[in-house]
């Protein structure tokens, strides 16, 4: 099922993945582990899924598609902001050096490390928290990848973007937003719309922001 999908959904014609890293590492991943039990039947739909604590794992393609625009090397150190099931941070924890992620959920942030760490992931740094901050202590990060939805990009986040770095984030209103991919250049942020998406909105502090 894992192959039907890879081939039938994220290969397709228009707007298919082609990154071989991308693909082998979606291939890897066992997204049934990061499923309720009552929905594993379902894993390799190509749909998001309801996790609990009114959040979702994302769709496949969605995972792969912005695991593709953050051009993930080998030598990276990557920060995601919403862990949510684990299964997005599984995917980058195959592409690169070191994943750092933060839920601001506790019951997820916890189940996600378990099922994590049970997988075998050792190149994988989780906590508990709002992750508008990002994670300071352990910035710059050579991409950064957010998996809810603000309004606006953060500021704290493209602080800890390196210079020549990449940020994929959801952006906007529900209902109204896009994926942006974010490229700190010389200083400078060069921003590209790519993709209408929906995500959960960024809880916690981007909130009381916004009030």
């Given at each position: 099922?894992?192959?039907?999908?890879?081939?039938?959904?994220?290969?397709?014609?228009?707007?298919?993945?082609?990154?071989?890293?991308?693909?082998?590492?979606?291939?890897?991943?066992?997204?049934?582990?990061?499923?309720?039990?009552?929905?594993?039947?379902?894993?390799?739909?190509?749909?998001?899924?309801?996790?609990?604590?009114?959040?979702?794992?994302?769709?496949?393609?969605?995972?792969?598609?912005?695991?593709?625009?953050?051009?993930?090397?080998?030598?990276?150190?990557?920060?995601?902001?919403?862990?949510?099931?684990?299964?997005?941070?599984?995917?980058?924890?195959?592409?690169?050096?070191?994943?750092?992620?933060?839920?601001?959920?506790?019951?997820?942030?916890?189940?996600?490390?378990?099922?994590?760490?049970?997988?075998?992931?050792?190149n994988i740094h989780t906590r508990t928290g709002d992750g508008y901050q990002g994670w300071p202590e352990a910035a710059p990060f050579d991409a950064v990848i957010v998996t809810c939805a603000p309004e606006d990009v953060p500021e704290p986040?493209?602080?800890?973007?390196?210079?020549?770095?990449?940020?994929?984030?959801?952006?906007?209103?529900?209902?109204?937003?896009?994926?942006?991919?974010?490229?700190?250049?010389?200083?400078?942020?060069?921003?590209?719309?790519?993709?209408?998406?929906?995500?959960?909105?960024?809880?916690?502090?981007?909130?009381?922001?916004?009030?």
């Amino acid at each position: 099922m894992r192959e039907e999908i890879i081939e039938q959904q994220l290969k397709r014609p228009v707007g298919g993945i082609t990154d071989e890293r991308v693909l082998d590492a979606m291939k890897r991943v066992p997204r049934h582990e990061f499923v309720p039990e009552d929905m594993r039947d379902r894993a390799y739909e190509d749909r998001p899924l309801p996790i609990g604590e009114g959040q979702t794992i994302s769709q496949p393609y969605v995972v792969a598609f912005m695991t593709e625009k953050l051009e993930p090397q080998p030598e990276d150190r990557v920060l995601e902001v919403g862990t949510g099931s684990g299964y997005q941070t599984a995917v980058l924890a195959e592409l690169v050096k070191e994943v750092y992620s933060i839920e601001i959920v506790p019951a997820l942030a916890s189940r996600a490390a378990r099922d994590l760490e049970r997988l075998g992931y050792q190149n994988i740094h989780t906590r508990t928290g709002d992750g508008y901050q990002g994670w300071p202590e352990a910035a710059p990060f050579d991409a950064v990848i957010v998996t809810c939805a603000p309004e606006d990009v953060p500021e704290p986040l493209v602080g800890q973007v390196k210079d020549g770095g990449r940020m994929i984030i959801p952006v906007g209103p529900a209902g109204d937003q896009k994926l942006i991919l974010v490229r700190k250049l010389g200083g400078r942020l060069q921003q590209e719309s790519v993709l209408p998406v929906r995500f959960v909105p960024m809880t916690g502090e981007v909130e009381r922001r916004n009030q």
